[in-house]
């Protein structure tokens, strides 16, 4: 069983930096790829970036691209998400997903374990 543990979240205007941490508790399904969703009040949730099993391969929405950065350490089972220039727009709780494949996947569908979510607000 895979359980999943987010962290880092917080209230950060806007031009700054915010780290998310994601951390596998159980230690299993390092060889997942895995990946961050958000959403934001009223809308759908909607993918942010992923990265396959040995970190070697990664995705990003257009909306974060160059400005999002997302790792894996495989030893320490955790996924970071380094969020630079944050905007107003990038408010949103923020979720990591475990995939059932071991490459980057975009889709919603493609992943079967989820965290409980970690609350970014941006204020301008």
């Known amino acids: 069983q895979v359980q999943l543990v987010e962290s880092g979240g917080g209230l950060v205007q806007a031009g700054t930096s915010l780290r998310l941490s994601c951390e596998n508790s159980?230690?299993?399904?390092?060889?997942?790829?895995v990946g961050w969703f958000r959403q934001a009040p009223g809308k759908q949730r909607e993918f942010v970036a992923a990265?396959?099993?040995?970190?070697?391969?990664?995705v990003y929405a257009d909306s974060v691209k160059g400005r999002f950065t997302i790792s894996r350490d495989r030893y320490k089972n955790t996924v970071s998400l380094q969020m630079n220039s944050v905007k107003p727009e990038d408010t949103a709780v923020y979720y990591c997903?475990?995939?059932?494949?071991?490459?980057?996947?975009?889709?919603?569908?493609?992943?079967?374990?989820w965290g409980q979510g970690t609350q970014v607000t941006v204020s301008s």
């Open positions: 997903a475990a995939s059932l494949r071991a490459s980057v996947s975009s889709a919603p569908t493609d992943y079967r374990y």
């Open positions: 990265i396959n099993w040995n970190g070697g391969d990664t």
């Open positions: 159980r230690r299993t399904a390092s060889n997942n790829g």
